[in-house]
Structures are given as C-alpha cells and as structure tokens.
C-alpha cells in the first residue's frame, strides 16, 4: 500500500508524521472521506469542494489547487491499482513549535490515504440496526460551524464509546436545544406519513455528500423531501429512519432507545433509496 505524504507516495511503514505536526498535537487539520465504486470517485468534486471550504474557514491554505488535488486523489487509486475503495483526505496544519500558533508551522501536510474497503457486513443493511442518542452534544453552529469536517473529532469518538457502552453500533447526537442533529460520522433521516425529514444544517449536521445525493435521489422518485427540525419523539414515532454517510451508504435503523421503527425491519422508503443510491453511485462518480 502506498500513501501519499510530504508531497510523495512512500510505503504504509513508512507513512510516519512528525509529532511536532500541529494536526497530532491539536487537532488543527480538515479532512474528507471519499468513497471509490467501481473505479469511479463518487462526487469528488464536492468533497474536494468541502475540504476547501472547511480549510478556508480555519485558515488553513491547502498548498494544491483544487485540481491537483483531485488528481492526486485518483493518482492515490492508481498506484494502489484499486478499483473500490475508501479514500481519506487530511490536510494538517504541519509541523512547527509547541504552543497553539499556527505561524510557527512552515507548511501545511497533505495526506492521501487509499484503502480497500471494510464494508459494513452485508447482514446490517438487511436487517437494520440498533442505535441510542447519548449525552454528548453536536458542537454549536455559532462557535466552530459544525459544516467544518476538522480533526477535532472527540464529540463524535464519545458517541461512538456511548454507543458501545449501550451495546450498539452506532447512536444519535442532538444540539444544545435537544433537537437531533446527526450519528457520528452520518446524517439522519425519518419518514412519516410518505414524507422525508433530515435536519437542516444549522440544526448542527454536516452537509453530507450523500445525505445531498440521498435528497436529490427521493426528490428524483417523487417524494416529499424537506429540510426540517425534529427531536427524538419524532424519532420514535417515525415509520422509517435511516443512516446516510460515506461509510454506511444508506442504512436502515429499526430500533432507538429501545423503541421498535414501524414493522421493526428496513421500510420500503429505505429500500427504494438504497436500491437508487446504488445505482447512481457507479454512474455518478468521475473516472
Ligand atoms: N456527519 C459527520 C459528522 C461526518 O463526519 C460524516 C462523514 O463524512 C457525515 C455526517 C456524512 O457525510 P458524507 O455523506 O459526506 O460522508
């Protein structure tokens, strides 16, 4: 396996950062996950378009134009001769002294990592999951805008341990209001009545690339799809709910916090979307 690193492909072994690198020592760094079907990077402009966008916010100037990166990120797919794959994008501040000024860090550090892919198994995406809303809270839109994917991820790592804790996989996070926001590394959506609900993004979600392909599918097929605060009795009472992210595609979710979703097993909304996304993944994606 060969990772891009210091402006270089060198082995897995040697794929080591400095521990002066601001993005170890602080968390001061913007990434992106990606995902490769078929040799087709789905939506790489928009995830190139994010990491932009959240290295803009924290002043962090990514030392590549948007092209080139884009070219190093399929560069990554062609020397590792992988076809399906899961593609990671890190851009740390780099390295420099001890003390939270940046300045100190001569030069930004652009990781690319390109790894088979350890799909969910099979068995989850037929039989839903099981998933809890814990107590950590999404971080606040007016503070670090939750729309920044930064390495600053011990929010969603304690839902991840409060998951666990409970038995599960994976679980809800809400905002400080108590509306629910996002997983811990997905978006949320609920159907009642025929109709489709994800938190907006000020709510405190990341805009997901596929949670916007996922709103472009169900828009596509007809349905009511809309933007809208929920809380987590409209969870519970909800006759579908699923999962969307990179990682987890579209997965369907059948029970939260013990109560059972509709029929207790992956609705036929959730179905039709997977079935959809599926299809517009390999068409979808640049070569
Ligand atoms: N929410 C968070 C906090 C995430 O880290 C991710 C993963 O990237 C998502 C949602 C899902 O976004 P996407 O569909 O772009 O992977």
Do not use: W
């Not at 924290?58 to 560069?75: A, G, H, N, R, T």
């Not at 794959?85 to 002294?97: C, D, K, Q």
């Not at 969307?244 to 029929?263: L, M, N, P």
């Amino acid at each position: 396996q060969l990772i891009f690193l210091n402006g270089q492909f060198v082995s897995k072994k040697d794929a080591v950062v400095s521990v002066y690198d601001h993005g170890f020592l602080y968390g001061d760094g913007v990434f992106e996950g990606i995902r490769v079907y078929e040799g087709n990077v789905f939506r790489l402009q928009d995830h190139v378009n994010r990491l932009y966008d959240s290295a803009k916010s924290i002043m962090l100037s990514i030392p590549y134009s948007k092209q080139e990166l884009s070219d190093l990120v399929v560069e990554t797919l062609r020397v590792n001769g992988l076809l399906n794959a899961y593609i990671r994008v890190v851009v740390s501040r780099g390295v420099g002294n001890l003390g939270l000024d940046p300045s100190s860090c001569a030069r930004p550090q652009v990781i690319v990592i390109a790894e088979e892919l350890a799909l969910f198994p099979k068995e989850l995406y037929e039989s839903g999951i099981e998933i809890v809303t814990v107590a950590t809270r999404r971080n606040r839109s007016d503070v670090l805008s939750p729309k920044v994917k930064s390495l600053n991820y011990l929010n969603n790592i304690l839902v991840r341990i409060e998951a666990g804790l409970s038995g599960v996989n994976e679980a809800l996070m809400l905002n400080d209001q108590g509306y629910v926001a996002e997983g811990s590394a997905d978006n949320v959506f609920i159907v009642k009545n025929g109709e489709i609900l994800t938190p907006p993004g000020y709510v405190g979600a990341l805009e997901g690339i596929t949670r916007n392909a996922i709103m472009e599918i169900a828009h596509n097929l007809g349905f009511l799809m809309r933007e809208e605060v929920f809380t987590r009795h409209d969870v519970y009472v909800a006759d579908e709910v699923f999962l969307t992210g990179t990682a987890a595609e579209v997965i369907a979710v059948v029970k939260v916090d013990g109560r059972t979703i509709g029929e207790g097993k992956p609705g036929a909304v959730t179905n039709q979307l997977l079935k959809e996304f599926r299809k517009t993944v390999v068409e979808d994606g640049v070569k």
